[in-house]
């Protein structure tokens, strides 16, 4: 089955620092991958997503590109900030997940803490 | 503005008690899905449904059942077989094939 493997945390980095935070996959077909944040208390939100082998997703910074030779999409951000302190899950939709469903496979979250 | 609203934010149970933690979106969207999240893991999947009237189990969908009566709305109710429901308790749709929109969660308490 469909899986997504996550590094694992938590990331405690300084303000400015750079950030990768490490995501594989394994899927059958062609899967589009996402990245959600969840801040303290509230529920996920989508950061960004890709759809397709070498796209590249982008939002408030943040960066991952589609790598379908390495079934990978790392998240990248060039300066983080101390509102950036969340956790960051991975995920993919697969075309093959099961009777036409649509179901999200999760990796387990990193956590990211970012100090002044 | 169009969203996901998860009613109550916090909810206690007391032991033998059946309670239905609400869902609501005006997205439009088809599928509906319901998570669970304990502290330091990632979500799993308790039920999804991709049509009014029409609902599958996900991998833990033992202890609680769900109805689709109308496509805004996807009430998720714990029941007293499942005995371990102190969790985050997430509500998400889609548009088909989309990414999936999440609601702010419930977290639920044992009394």
């Known amino acids: 089955g469909d899986s997504v493997t996550q590094m694992e945390g938590p990331v405690t980095l300084s303000e400015e620092a750079f950030l990768t935070i490490n995501c594989t996959y394994t899927a059958t077909g062609y899967p589009s991958l996402f990245w959600y944040v969840q801040y303290p208390g509230e529920g996920l939100q989508l950061l960004l997503k890709a759809t397709k082998a070498d796209d590249k997703g982008s939002n408030k910074g943040f960066e991952a590109t589609y790598r379908k030779e390495t079934t990978s999409f790392h998240l990248e951000k060039g300066s983080v900030q101390v509102s950036d302190s969340a956790v960051y899950f991975c995920?993919?939709?697969?075309?093959?997940?099961?009777?036409?469903?649509?179901?999200?496979?999760f990796g387990k979250g990193t956590k990211l803490s970012v100090i002044p | 503005d169009g969203g996901i609203t998860q009613s109550p934010k916090y909810l206690f149970r007391k032991e033998g008690q059946n309670v239905t933690l609400s869902c609501e979106q005006n997205?439009?969207?088809?599928?509906m899905y319901w998570y669970r999240q304990d502290p330091g893991q990632g979500l799993r999947l308790i039920y999804y449904?991709?049509?009014?009237?029409?609902?599958q189990k996900g991998d833990i969908a033992e202890g609680y059942s769900v109805s689709r009566e109308k496509k805004e709305s996807f009430p998720l109710t714990v029941t007293s077989a499942q005995k371990n429901p102190t969790a985050f308790y997430l509500c998400a749709s889609s548009p088909g094939m989309g990414p999936q929109h999440f609601g702010d969660g419930t977290r639920l308490s044992i009394l």
């Open positions: 997205l439009n969207h088809d599928a």
């Open positions: 995920a993919l939709i697969s075309a093959y997940s099961g009777a036409g469903s649509y179901q999200l496979t």
């Open positions: 449904s991709q049509i009014v009237n029409d609902f």
